[in-house]
């Protein structure tokens, strides 16, 4: 080669999702435009996809050549591979091949060899048009077929060049669902024709929530809002998606979450009056009745969908339909009489399976959020599992297919960090740890069974996402930790690899212009007994990183001491600290605030245990010393039980002399968490044997925290127990209706 620069050197790639097989060799690649490119017939629309990317990161396309030896990259369609979407990537020093027997299989290897550049080629001003990529070879294929990312637009509203952006990042993730919800109480997004008003009413809302749901009092911005895409973007847009291998499925909510359209068309709902769009978030009762006019009026709102989508899936929701219009619908009661019909649920479950025929009439399948499991589901429904693992359990081994996307682990609109500085989010607490480890397969179901299981989804809901810098920060990382659930194999991941691995992608989307959240700097820290001794328990999130701290309430710096070990507790203490380098802090500071009480030690029992999803730091968490966030529940401290009564015990080594038992409750209406109505609770004083009980009623608030103390007439006492009964089925009229709260419990402080 002649030139006047050196080649880039190569990088030391790490793949994310991890492959199957990755092995790197000696030696590199030179990739310049002197390299030439050969592909076969079936692949050659991803090759020449290819080389439109180098032409616009590096300034120049391949030439084609029919027989190349050396000096190539060359795509080889490949029938002996097994996996549609699998592929062999293979680097030395003189040819670089891609085999597949699919063009989606080539784009996905093409995706892989794509992570071989240096980082700083996906800002289109790479200096050098010489790289050298590793040697290497990689076997890889999906573990999942159903690889998905959900966005709403509802709530807000995304430009179309903000939509390419997104689906470009999901296609460098090897995703291949766009979940696009476009309908919703707050508004209408979707040109149909055939009803103008869609358009003109339903798209639009008179103001916005300010602030959080919970806030008291709730105010507006008095800002008209709103927006819909033309049938013409949204061509453009399925058509930019496919060429990715990426597959839109439109969501058109029924019969709930459908005030918008009932806005625009009175007649829709069960009582015809006039309603405005809504203007703040959670669940409204202005449901679609389920007249002939309706079912009318869905089926050619979907004749008008289903042409601009050609995949296979049109999602129905489903969810959150409250059952109060229906209740009080005359013509909804007959109906239910006439079809013999068990309630009102029975009938959801007759509207959902009346559109599920219609639309497989028109060789479309249905997906539904996991209450059309509700009355009964209908024949050839797919379920979205997002209130736990129990709908896709109940799917599966009826012989369903169920497409795994809990809030525990996939909504991306909760919080996921403990800083106090992190953006508004809807609440609760989704780190990209708990992210990364979710097991998508329930050990409940046979090997069989488990074949149901198509695959997961991340889900961005946008009440408090209003910008596409916030959804790019609410959605990544923790959407690269859900592509690697969904394509690589279990044996194969690894948290700490993944995370060392993800400060180089990191680089990836700083030169994209992608506004992520950068965690990886931050410490996690805990409260534990060791040896008898409280000690403060600190790690990095990638592990070769220094932790400097102080605990006189500072804030660390280069001259701080350094954290090597375990770190004994000597009484109540406020500690800080942060990640370094040889050269500067790296991070935001970690603060712990450590509060001595006298249950602090004992020994504690708690029935049921804490919810798998919502465990905290299990039982001895909640009188380890530290208090939950003010902001999420779903942090270490907080403990959740859903629908459940819990019983706590705490036993001393000793008789102490107690004066007063505390806890706090999570109080979020909008999430399903409410305190409790009242909290009990008794205890043997040890100077009489006598067994005290006392019973507190809790008084209603809309305060996100709700503290409780029992001031107790000093006792000596080896033993405690708190009762704490849930408060029961939600209401009627409010998000969650129908189903039991849940019970969110912080530290018990006992002095």
Known sequence: MIGCSKPTPAIKPHIIPIPNDFTMQEGTFVLDKNVTFHADEELYAVADFFNGYLEEKLGFRLIVHSMPKRNAIIFTYDQTIEND???????????????????????????TLRQFFPPTVENKTFPNTEIQLQNATVKDAPRFVYRGMHLDVSRHMFSVEFIKKYIDLMSQLKMNTFHWHLTDDQGWRIEI?????????????????????????????GKRYGGFYTQEQVKELVNYAAERFITVIPEIEMPGHAQAAIAAYPNLGCTGENVNVATKWGVFEEVYCPSEETFTFLENVLDEVMPLFPGTYIHIGGDEAPKTRWKACEYCQELIKKEDLKDEHGLQSYFITRMEKYINSKGKQIIGWDEILEGGLAPNATVMSWRGMNGAIEAAKSGHNVIMTPTS????????????????????????????????????????????????????????????????????????????????IPERRDYDFFVNGLEQFHKRLDAQNVKYAN??????????????????????????????????????????KKYTNVLPIEGSTILKAA????????????????????????????????????????????????????????????????????????????????????????????????????????????????????????????????????????????????????????PEGLQGAGNKAWTFLDEIVVR
């Open 409 to 488: 682990h996939a909504y991306f609109d909760y919080y996921q960090s403990d800083n106090g500085d992190e953006p508004l989010a809807i609440g609760g607490y989704l780190p990209l740890k708990k992210v990364y480890n979710f097991t998508p397969i329930p050990k409940e179901l046979t090997k069989e069974e488990a074949k149901h299981v198509l695959g997961v989804q991340g889900n961005v809901w946008t009440e408090y996402i209003t910008s596409p810098e916030k959804v790019e920060y609410m959605a990544f990382p923790r959407a690269i930790a859900m592509a690697e659930v969904a394509w690589s």
């Open 519 to 560: 965690h990886l700097y931050e410490i996690e820290g805990e409260v534990a007994k060791r040896n008898n001794t409280m000690v403060f328990d600190l790690q990095t999130v990638i592990r070769d990183k220094t932790i400097r701290y102080t605990t006189d309430e500072s804030s660390p710096n280069l001259q701080s």
């Open 193 to 221: 024709k055939k009803y103008p008003k869609l358009q003109e009413v339903a798209a639009f809302r008179d103001e916005t929530l300010m602030g959080h749901y919970n806030d008291a009092p709730q105010q507006f911005d």
């Open 579 to 730: 990640v370094f380098d040889e050269k500067e802090k790296l991070g935001r500071d970690f603060s712990l605030t450590f509060n001595q009480h006298k249950a602090i030690g004992a020994t504690i029992t708690l029935e049921p245990k804490a919810h798998k999803a919502y465990a905290g730091s299990g039982k001895d968490g909640l009188i380890n010393g530290i208090s939950g966030s003010d902001t999420r529940y779903g942090d270490k401290e907080w403990l959740g039980f859903w629908g459940k009564d819990v019983t706590i015990t705490i036993q001393f080594d000793a008789p102490k002399k107690i004066s007063s038992i505390a806890t706090r409750f999570y109080n979020a209406n909008g999430q399903w968490i409410y305190a409790p109505k009242e909290i009990g609770v008794s205890y043997v004083n040890e100077e009489d044997g006598r067994t005290l009980h006392q019973i507190n009623q809790i008084a209603t608030s809309e305060a996100t925290i709700i503290p409780h103390t029992f001031q107790i007439p000093e006792i000596t006492t080896k033993h405690i127990e708190i009762f704490i009964p849930n408060y029961g089925t939600i």
């Open 85 to 111: 979407e699998g592929y062999e990537l293979s680097i030395d020093s003189s040819i670089i091949r891609i085999k597949a027997k699919t063009p989606k299989g080539a784009f996905y290897g093409f995706q």
